[in-house]
T-cell receptor, first 114, second 112 residues
Framework: NAGVTQTPKFRVLKTGQSMTLLCAQD?????MYWYRQDPGMGLRLIHY???????AKGEVPDGYNVSRLKKQNFLLGLESAAPSQTSVYFC?????????????FGQGTRLTVV | GNSVTQMEGPVTLSEEAFLTINCTYT??????LFWYVQYPGEGLQLLLK?????DKGSNKGFEATYRKETTSFHLEKGSVQVSDSAVYFC???????????FGKGTTLSVSS
């Protein structure tokens, strides 16, 4: 049982390049999330999904796109990378409950845009 | 809107010292509250949670009590260890909500 797996773990991009971050979960969770972590800013929600085929914007969605074609996968795309997107990206998943949900996190992807 | 405020770090303690990390929240209704821990180079792990007022969450010697009257969820441990050195995040989610809202995190450094 791998939980939440993110690929790649590290990546360096040049400004203007594109890339896709992949998140896979094997817990059959309905909800999936992409957060970014920056020093002094905590975790900020980029996009999230409440089920296969659905996506929604979070707090900081600009410059990113997402897709959830399969329940177990949630892709985060950067179409034209900018230095401001240098960050550590975390994927998480969760199961809806009456009181909310607790999220299970992947190990993170450290992205540097030069 | 909903938000979480944590005490700023870093917090530096000697082994066996008492730990308190303050967390207060702003939310409508009755959110659920969480503490997550992030060890160096790793993702976040759930440390403890409380889903209703006056609940006490506990795990690995850490405790936090959901205080609705003071909108607080302070994290405490009676005797910290070097292995507790990490970043601690307080978070909330609205009742039946879909996404966690995190505080900015507090770095704890414990020396022997």
């Amino acid at each position: 049982n791998a939980g939440v797996t993110q690929t790649p773990k590290f990546r360096v991009l040049k400004t203007g390049q594109s890339m896709t971050l992949l998140c896979a979960q094997d817990m059959n969770h309905e909800y999936m999330y992409w957060y970014r972590q920056d020093p002094g800013m905590g975790l900020r929600l980029i996009h999230y999904s409440v089920g296969e085929g659905t996506t929604a914007k979070g707090e900081v969605p600009d410059g990113y796109n997402v897709s959830r074609l399969k329940k177990q996968n949630f892709l985060l795309g950067l179409e034209s990378a900018a230095p401001s997107q240098t960050s550590v990206y975390f994927c998480a998943s969760g199961h809806p409950r009456a009181w909310g949900t607790e999220a299970f996190f992947g190990q993170g992807t450290r992205l540097t845009v030069v | 809107g909903n938000s979480v405020t944590q005490m700023e770090g870093p917090v530096t303690l000697s082994e066996e010292a008492f730990l308190t990390i303050n967390c207060t929240y702003t939310a409508t209704g009755y959110p659920s509250l969480f503490w997550y821990v992030q060890y160096p180079g790793e993702g976040l792990q759930l440390l403890l949670k409380a889903t209703k007022a006056d609940d006490k969450g506990s795990n690995k010697g850490f405790e936090a009590t959901y205080r609705k009257e003071t909108t607080s969820f302070h994290l405490e441990k009676g005797s910290v260890q070097v292995s507790d050195s990490a970043v601690y995040f307080c978070a909330l989610i609205r009742q039946a909500g879909t996404a966690l809202i995190f505080g900015k995190g507090t770095t704890l450094s414990v020396s022997s």
